[in-house]
């Protein structure tokens, strides 16, 4: 298991033990973590997953692809570390990942 924490925008953690090749996405619904709507249900097809990493994390997570990079234009309050969490596959190099909602989604 690797360990995912999703900060909610209330600032109420949410420190998770997920599978390696789940996204961040899943296990954000899954944990019915408030902020997460995923409408498109991970075809990077809308923006309603948005996160943003957590600094130390934005390099080793990586830059979105292009057609992430085209939906983030649809997000709110897009940031250098904005990223669609439907994305973001958990792995073990993930380890201690965090990530961040936005106040509101797309």
């Keep these: 298991m ?6 909610a925008f209330d600032g109420a953690r949410f420190d998770l033990d997920v599978d390696n090749g789940s996204t961040v996405m899943e296990n954000a619904v899954r944990n ?8 498109c249900g991970g075809a990077c097809a ?3 997953c948005h996160v943003y990493v957590d600094e ?3 390099e080793k997570v990586g830059s979105p692809e292009a057609m ?8 709110f309050d897009v940031r250098p ?7 973001i596959r958990m792995k073990s190099a993930f380890d201690g990942l ?3 909602v936005p106040e509101r989604q797309a």
């Design 2 to 7: 690797t360990k995912l924490t999703i900060v």
């Design 32 to 39: 019915s973590v408030p902020g997460i709507e995923a409408e």
């Design 46 to 48: 809308c923006a309603t």
């Design 56 to 58: 130390e994390w934005t």
């Design 68 to 75: 992430e990079e085209d939906m983030l234009d649809f997000a």
């Design 81 to 87: 570390n904005s990223r669609l969490s439907c994305q």
């Design 98 to 100: 965090v990530v961040h």
